[in-house]
């Protein structure tokens, strides 16, 4: 069984800084792309980041761009997204996914539970 869990949200002040994590199991996603999206309430799920799986390339929604920092080790079938300089806007749920390099949610196949980001001011 393939299976993606997130870790590391919080509640945090704007300017603040986390790591989030996204383990892996069931197979190794040597050659998949590994995302980030996520999700306020009543809001559609949105793009933040996406790695290919060699790591080799990066892709960062505008919003994100600057502030976020995607990377993986493969070797820990795991993903992370630092996020730096938080706002309160960027509280939200966020995902990883497995899938396919693309902006879009409709090409990743396995998806984590969410971790809950909460950003005050």
């Known amino acids: 069984q393939v299976q993606l869990v997130e870790s590391g949200g919080g509640l945090v002040q704007a300017g603040d800084s986390l790591r989030l994590s996204c383990a892996a199991s069931?197979?190794?996603?040597?050659?998949?792309?590994m995302g980030w999206f996520r999700q306020a309430p009543g809001k559609e799920r949105e793009f933040v980041a996406t790695?290919?799986?060699?790591?080799?390339?990066?892709y960062y929604a505008d919003s994100a761009k600057g502030r976020f920092t995607v990377s993986r080790d493969n070797a820990k079938n795991t993903v992370y997204l630092q996020v730096n300089s938080l706002k309160p806007e960027d509280t939200a749920i966020y995902y990883c996914?497995?899938?396919?390099?693309?902006?879009?949610?409709?090409?990743?196949?396995?998806w984590g539970q969410g971790t809950q980001v909460t950003v005050s001011s």
């Open positions: 996914a497995v899938g396919v390099y693309s902006t879009s949610p409709g090409t990743y196949t396995y």
């Open positions: 069931g197979r190794t996603f040597r050659s998949d792309a």
């Open positions: 790695i290919s799986g060699s790591g080799a390339y990066t």
